[in-house]
């Protein structure tokens, strides 16, 4: 016998309700258990950070390990900006300046850099975005030392200028631009010149607007990048004046002494300014990283 199909007004049959098996209820409660435990692991050094940064010296290195200090030292939460060796608040200014503006300079430059290798036509476009791809070949330590002694011959040492302006281009920057601008819909700058706009206004009121989420991921990346820099930060800024939150913590440790807590403290009052922009930007990072289609 055929089956025949409802009569008109008669109520088609229910579909029947999706059973969860035993091995999806085992596979998710494993994937949580999974997460669980590799979010504890990635949490335990930011635990001992705290943990060190509010205990005494001997509590750090003593042999047994209490789970957190019994008597909580409130008052090394002050002690860095007391210190009179280290201009630790004068660092973190350093730190947060040189990051605001290599940040904006690294959008700016290899955002137009991205955009002209993927929309404006040129005959050697292809030969500049492979001069470009070249540059993430060549070791840093190649470049350090012309680097240095350029920004010494134009007087930028102990300034912001050499701290920020050498850094600004990045070719691995430059090439995820292009490959989000390549993607990036034609119709709308299309209907953007169509109103008389130029490249440069169509980059400007168009693609950066719709890019948002694009550009808060690369600035984060960008910015937490910066605020870590050491090497270059501790070679330019050679004046204690000029020194950035990274350098200033090395000067903690000395072949005499270290003072354990101090450097716990300071470094997880580093840590805050990171953290605060990684929670304030989380949801537009990972929507930028998706976009470029890079995948781990």
């Known amino acids: 016998m055929t089956a025949t199909a409802p009569e008109v007004g008669e109520a088609a049959p229910a ?3 999706r059973r969860t098996g035993r091995r999806g209820v085992m596979g998710s409660a494993g994937l949580y258990t ?7 692991l990635f949490l335990v050094p930011f635990y001992v950070l705290v943990r060190n940064a509010l205990s005494t010296d001997p509590e750090i290195t003593g042999e047994e390990w209490a789970f957190f200090p019994t008597d909580i030292q409130w008052g090394n939460v002050t002690e860095p900006f007391d210190d009179p060796t280290v201009d630790f608040g004068r660092a973190l200014w350093n730190s947060l300046v040189v990051g605001v503006l290599h940040t904006a300079g690294t959008l700016l430059v290899c955002s137009l850099a991205g955009y002209g290798l993927a929309r404006i036509p040129y005959r050697h476009a292809d030969k500049v975005f492979y001069a470009v791809l070249f540059t993430l070949m060549v070791p840093t330590a190649v470049t350090f ?3 240095f002694v350029l920004v010494s011959s134009l007087g930028w040492i102990d300034s912001y200028r050499g701290l920020i302006i050498p850094g600004l281009f990045s070719g691995f920057t430059c090439f995820l631009f292009r490959q989000y601008f390549l993607g990036f819909p034609k119709e709308l700058e299309e209907a953007a010149r169509v109103d008389g706009l130029n490249h440069w206004g169509a980059y400007w009121r168009v693609v950066v607007p719709n890019s948002l989420n694009f550009f808060a991921a690369i600035a984060t990346i960008t910015f937490i990048n910066g605020w870590n820099s050491f090497l270059w930060p501790l070679v330019i800024g050679q ?3 000029a020194w950035t939150v990274q350098v200033a913590l090395s000067s903690y440790m000395t072949n005499q002494t270290v003072n354990y807590h101090l450097i ?5 009052l580093s840590l805050l300014p990171l953290l605060l922009v990684f929670l304030f930007l989380q949801r537009w990072l990972v929507q930028g990283i998706a976009r470029t289609g890079i995948k781990g």
Do not use: I, N
């Open 145 to 147: 030392v012309p680097g």
């Open 15 to 17: 579909a029947a309700p």
């Open 264 to 268: 716990f403290m300071a470094t997880a």
């Open 239 to 241: 004046d204690p004046s």
């Open 34 to 40: 999974a997460v669980g435990v590799a979010a504890l």
